[in-house]
């Protein structure tokens, strides 16, 4: 059996700019690395359901904002349409497929957009600037680093690193944020990303400077969070510099999974009964900052991107206790920094 992972990334050095590589469970390895978008710094991407239609992060000189790519009978991407609107190239995107809209966060601009993809083109919709800064030297600006839909559909939540806040809008169906809620994170959190728990009630939330994940409840009457409890990402003798990245939970909700660069390792949680997280074990990534990682669809592998060694590497997850096993490491993939499948 064969699994088909696409890999967003960086076009500093190597990368030209989307590939894919195909997971073989039965020998467990990563082979047939290949380019299947050319385009500059796809640093996050998506797909509609059925993967005819990709979508991108892109850079365009100094600025930035959405590509969209169109498959091929040979599986390639064609490019179809773009905006480059943003004063930079944002970090995230997300799609409502239903309704043909687009929303990116940007980091170095503070603010997140929306776009509407029609038969002229993708067309900006709107775009909310956020304000406000918070304690920690990285927070002297908003830096919006997350935009996705909570699963119930209700409110797009947004993180943003640099005010501590997570916030939730709702979405008109031409596009339009209005903000409903607020949550404020511990002063120098850095809120980076977030999942949810499949009950649709608990999120855990990663903040990038403070290398903890926040556990959160989330009310679907007014999209509002509240704050349960915490956990660190980092051992004890570990002092040294570090950013949390990424964070995953299994979809059976047993385990949360999240990366950190610096310590360069994958940290395991154990799903406590009241949703609080306990420690499992810490997993070395065998390279350089493993910006991003994702379970691999059928749960029984989890692949790391590093951003800086230009390497994947391969673990076998025991799905009863959570642990990982390394199987294949130095395996090429430059400038990694999104893994989806």
Not at 209 to 230: A, M
Not at 235 to 246: K, Y
């Amino acid at each position: 059996m064969s699994h088909t992972l696409y890999l967003g990334s960086y076009t500093k050095r190597e990368s030209k700019g989307v590939h894919q590589i195909t997971l073989d469970t039965h020998k467990n390895e990563l082979v047939d690395y290949k380019l299947i978008a050319e385009v500059d710094s796809p640093t996050y991407i998506t797909f509609n359901a059925d993967k005819s239609s990709l979508y991108t992060i892109s850079k365009e000189n100094e600025g930035g904002g959405v590509t969209a790519f169109t498959r091929q009978e040979d599986a390639q991407y064609v490019k179809r349409a773009s905006n480059d609107s943003e004063m930079s190239a944002p970090c995230y995107i997300a799609l409502d497929e239903e309704r043909s809209l687009l929303f990116t966060a940007s980091y170095h601009a503070g603010y997140v957009s929306v776009y509407k993809e029609t038969e002229n083109g993708i067309e900006l919709t709107d775009r909310v600037q956020h304000e406000g800064s918070s304690v920690h030297e990285n927070q002297k600006t908003p830096h919006v680093h997350y935009t996705d839909y909570t699963p119930d559909k209700k409110y797009l939540m947004v993180c943003d690193l640099g005010t501590d806040g997570v916030y939730s809008y709702t979405v008109s169906d031409e596009g339009t944020l209005t903000e409903v809620s607020r949550y404020t994170a511990k002063p120098g959190t850095g809120p980076r990303h977030l999942v949810f728990h499949p009950n649709g009630k608990t999120v855990y939330l990663l903040g990038e400077l403070s290398c903890e994940v926040e556990v959160l409840e989330y009310n679907e009457v007014d999209g509002s969070l509240r704050y349960q409890n915490r956990i660190s990402m980092l051992p004890e003798s570990h002092t040294d510099f570090n950013s949390g990245a990424a964070i995953r939970i299994s979809k059976d909700g047993r385990f949360v999974y999240a990366s950190n660069r610096g310590h360069d390792s994958i940290v395991v949680y154990k799903v406590e009964a009241d949703f609080s997280l306990s420690l499992v074990e810490y997993v070395p990534t065998e390279g350089n900052t493993p910006r991003d990682f994702n379970l691999s669809p059928d749960e029984a592998h989890v692949i790391v991107g590093h951003q800086d060694s230009d390497n994947l590497t391969l673990f076998k997850r025991n799905e009863e206790n959570g642990t990982l096993s390394l199987v294949q490491k130095d395996v090429h993939g430059p400038e990694c920094v999104c893994i989806k499948y």
